[in-house]
């Protein structure tokens, strides 16, 4: 079964850092570019960028590029997201579902949360 | 960007055939794939995937749902409407980069 787990999120303050991990399973993960999305509050869902199944290229948001890293650890099945100065507008739900064929999401975890508030 | 638009509600009676469009702001085709996805998320649930290239059914979907369009405007069908189909729908265009969302079409049983 695959299972995709998102952690590492809560509420943080404005301007404070933060990093997400996402644990695969089920499938390989090593096989597959892996992206993080976001939905807000209001339900919008926004891309945030991806990354080779080798960890040797990288997309992002334009918005956010300057403020987001996305890495992987092959070996441990784990991608992550270091999230830097943060905002309010970044209050979202974050998922980290797999990409195919660099086109759309296979598989989806149920998502965590992150808070910006102080 | 590519923006993609949706009607925010629609509501359909059970049994009963639902159509939901997704508009691109350009063309998201090329001369072999038409790059428009679909996505069903019930409340308190991740999104899943329903249909990619615009018309390919995923794994495990039932074939009541299917898509169909290309260029600019794309439809999702479900015939019948069931219950459990109660949920918010989501176009996704990976034409180019940065990849999109439509802003979710919520559907109601009448």
């Known amino acids: 079964e695959v299972q995709l787990v998102e952690s590492g999120g809560g509420l943080v303050q404005p301007g404070a850092s933060l990093k997400l991990s996402c644990v695969a399973s089920?499938?390989?993960?090593?096989?597959?570019?892996m992206s993080w999305v976001r939905q807000t509050p209001g339900k919008t869902m926004e891309w945030i960028g991806d990354?080779?199944?080798?960890?040797?290229?990288?997309n992002y948001a334009p918005s956010l590029k300057n403020r987001f890293t996305i890495s992987r650890d092959n070996a441990k099945s784990t991608l992550y997201l270091q999230m830097s100065n943060v905002r309010s507008e970044d209050t979202a739900t974050y998922y980290c579902?797999?990409?195919?064929?660099?086109?759309?999401?296979?598989?989806w975890g149920q998502g965590v949360m992150v808070t910006v508030s102080s | 960007d590519i923006v993609l638009t949706q009607s925010p509600a629609l509501a359909v009676s059970l049994g009963q055939r639902a159509t939901i469009s997704c508009r691109a702001s350009?063309?998201?085709?090329?001369?072999?794939?038409?790059?428009m996805h679909w996505y069903q998320q019930k409340p308190g649930e991740q999104p899943k995937l329903l249909i990619y290239d615009a018309s390919n059914l995923a794994s495990g979907i039932p074939v009541r749902f299917s898509g169909s369009g290309s260029g600019t405007d794309f439809t999702l069908t479900i015939n019948p409407v069931q219950a459990d189909d109660i949920a918010t729908y989501y176009c996704?265009?990976?034409?180019?980069?940065?990849?999109?969302f439509g802003s979710g079409t919520k559907l109601e049983i009448k």
């Open positions: 350009q063309s998201v085709s090329t001369s072999s794939y038409n790059l």
């Open positions: 990354i080779k199944y080798d960890g040797s290229y990288t």
């Open positions: 579902p797999a990409l195919r064929s660099m086109d759309y999401f296979d598989y």
């Open positions: 089920g499938f390989t993960f090593s096989d597959y570019w």
């Open positions: 996704q265009q990976s034409r180019e980069l940065p990849l999109t």
